[in-house]
């Protein structure tokens, strides 16, 4: 029962986001032709009871425009870039999923092992800000590295890996740890101060991926195929991406996270600048011919 209703606020969310402004009479035409809805449209105070279940759940506001009588998203910025919006993503996707299970052997999806095991008790430690101690088997080394203590500031995925980034006393310094290489996870007890000139958002915004450092800022110009240009345009590769003349421009640190994006697009991309990225771009290539003997 409480899986069928949650799907229902799944539905109603995702209905109402994909719509834009809704009427509620058109919200029950969608409903009626949905597989959730037994043929019935939703009562009035059964819609009610909704709305106010998915501000209390989901933290989203939906809310009805007396001039029009359509409803809406109402913290719209904030939905569309929060982890709400993510978390519904994903719970809308699973429960379409759920529902396609006579067809499981045509759907393929991605694994995210990391999020199986740990990602709950770090979670618990974010909420807290307690630290957590761990062992990590780096790649690097051949014996996992026993007892590391982190005070966690945030975790990130990406290219389906969570990561947790935060500050290490013992090397009084800020590191990033992939959590499906570590072991014995524990939340401690002991809790920490987050320093106040601190922001995660500000900390991430000219990083490319998990690497996060303070070399400067740069700006890289890339010029890339028109097949691919248009994909970027849908899909950026990062959010200080913009594109003048099929020419996309980004503000970030040279990474190896980023060199590797976009060695990843083979020839379809030309480095324009800087020249310093055009050199790295250039001797990975020519090294990766000497693999060919070329």
Not at 186 to 207: G, L, R, T, V, Y
Not at 249 to 272: A, E, H, M, W
């Amino acid at each position: 029962m409480a899986r069928e209703l949650f799907g229902k606020y799944v539905w109603l969310m995702d209905t109402i986001r994909r719509c834009k402004r809704v009427t509620r009479n058109e919200i029950n035409r969608l409903w009626l032709l949905s597989s959730i809805s037994d043929k019935k449209p939703i009562p009035r105070r059964t819609f009610c009871n909704y709305l106010k279940a998915i501000q209390d759940l989901f933290n989203v506001n939906i809310e009805c425009d007396p001039s029009t009588f359509e409803y809406y998203i109402s913290n719209s910025d904030e939905y569309n870039d929060s982890v709400t919006s993510w978390l519904l993503n994903s719970v809308a996707v699973s429960n379409v999923l759920t529902g396609s299970l006579d067809v499981a052997d045509k759907i393929f999806i991605e694994d995210v092992p990391s999020a199986k095991e740990f990602l709950h008790i770090i979670i618990g430690a974010l909420r807290a800000n307690h630290s957590i101690k761990f062992d990590y088997q780096s790649y690097d080394h051949s014996l996992p590295k026993p007892g590391i203590v982190i005070e966690p500031y945030f975790i990130k995925i990406f290219e389906q890996i969570w990561y947790l980034t935060g500050y290490v006393p013992k090397d009084k310094k800020i590191k990033t740890y992939a959590l499906d290489r570590m072991k014995n996870v524990a939340e401690m007890q002991e809790e920490f101060k987050i320093p106040a000139n601190f922001d995660a958002e500000s900390f991430c915004k000219n990083s490319f991926g998990v690497i996060f450092n303070e070399s400067k800022v740069r700006t890289v110009r890339l010029k890339f195929d028109d097949r691919t240009a248009k994909y970027l345009r849908a899909l950026p590769i990062h959010s200080t991406q913009t594109e003048d003349c099929g020419i996309f421009t980004y503000k970030l640190r040279i990474t190896i996270d980023f060199i590797n994006k976009i060695l990843s697009y083979g020839p379809q991309v030309t480095v324009l600048e800087p020249e310093e990225l055009r050199k790295m771009v250039i001797k990975n290539l020519q090294d990766t011919l000497k693999n060919y003997n070329l």
